[in-house]
């Protein structure tokens, strides 16, 4: 399928690939980094699976009774208890886990479920975006849609720098802003003024590679599994134009089910290390040098 819709557009499968990874925008990026320039696709998905996602915390929770739970009030209530653990575990100010818990359970929601819209089938929402597009009156070759917002990385560097403002807040919080200054100052070396500059520079090495490798980590490991996705997909639509087709349909079919199964893991734990990794930096946070 995906192959005949390549051809019948007109495009190579190298282009067929570049058409999936290109969002709708309001513009053409100008540089690598143009922040005038917005993804509507991925914030409509973001935003939609944001409201679905406390749609489901808030019906687990008018649901549940004291009496013997159904699956979703279990299946909820072992998420829940999770995180709560995980947060009592690394955050141990009783009064910081009563944000950063829900916090963190809202995090792994989230993005579990943005996560898993790359078990969809790679041309469907794009090919109806098509459809719509061409039926208001556009050049439905055009018409792209990128529908895994976590495989965009102004999404997840949002999140880490999200993560970062936060733990900016309670190194404030916690230590006040004098000591947390202080502490910017004398950690990791000691407090000797000739360490200042070098302590300084170190403090702030450690928040910048945090906050981009929170992000990047994320935004790394679904790219990859979307691009797996579509190269399977084109597998399985060229079998109609090569000798060898019934090899590569049957390859399509047992690649596709292979990496959607591995693929439910990938989803699952890169929720749960980008969670873990949030409750770890405020963890930080509320530690004194």
Same mark, same amino acid.
């Given at each position: ?25 309001? +513009? ?22 944001? *409201?679905?996602?406390? $749609?489901?915390? $808030? ?30 575990? /690394? *955050? ?8 950063? #818990? ?26 109806? $975006? ?12 055009? #018409? ?27 190194? *404030?919080?916690?230590?006040? =802003? ?16 000739? =360490? ?27 790219? +990859? ?12 639509? #060229? ?14 079919? /047992? +690649?596709?089910?292979? $990496? ?30």
């Amino acid at each position: 399928m995906a192959a005949e819709n390549a051809a019948e557009q007109g495009q190579s499968a190298g282009e067929y690939i570049i058409h999936h990874l290109t969002h709708y925008q309001s +513009a053409k990026p100008g540089s690598i980094a143009d922040f005038t320039v917005f993804n509507f696709d991925s914030i409509f998905f973001s935003i939609l699976l944001g *409201v679905i996602g406390c $749609w489901l915390l $808030w019906l687990g929770a008018r649901k549940a009774t004291s009496g013997v739970p159904g699956r979703f009030q279990a299946a909820v209530e072992v998420l829940v208890e999770m995180v709560d653990q995980q947060a009592k575990g /690394i *955050v141990h100010n009783a009064t910081s886990r009563k944000f950063v #818990a829900p916090l963190a359970l809202t995090v792994f929601v989230w993005i579990f479920m943005l996560n898993a819209m790359d078990l969809l089938p790679v041309d469907l929402l794009p090919a109806l $975006w098509a459809k719509f597009y061409g039926a208001a009156g556009h050049d439905p070759h055009h #018409a792209y849609l990128r529908v895994v917002p976590t495989a965009d990385l102004s999404v997840t560097m949002g999140l880490s720098v999200a993560v970062l403002l936060i733990c900016l807040f309670y190194n *404030v919080k916690i230590k006040g =802003l004098g000591g947390w200054i202080h502490e910017l100052f004398t950690a990791p070396f000691g407090n000797h003024w000739a =360490l200042y500059p070098f302590n300084f520079a170190m403090q702030i090495i450690e928040f910048v590679a945090k906050t981009i490798s929170h992000g990047m980590r994320l935004f790394g490991n679904m790219y +990859a599994g979307e691009l797996i996705f579509l190269l399977i997909a084109l597998m399985g639509g #060229a079998w109609s134009l090569s000798g060898t087709g019934i090899l590569l349909a049957i390859g399509h079919i /047992i +690649a596709g089910t292979i $990496w959607s199964i591995f693929h439910i893991l990938i989803i699952t734990l890169q929720a749960f290390v980008f969670m873990m990794l949030t409750l770890v930096y405020i963890g930080q946070a509320h530690d004194h040098h």
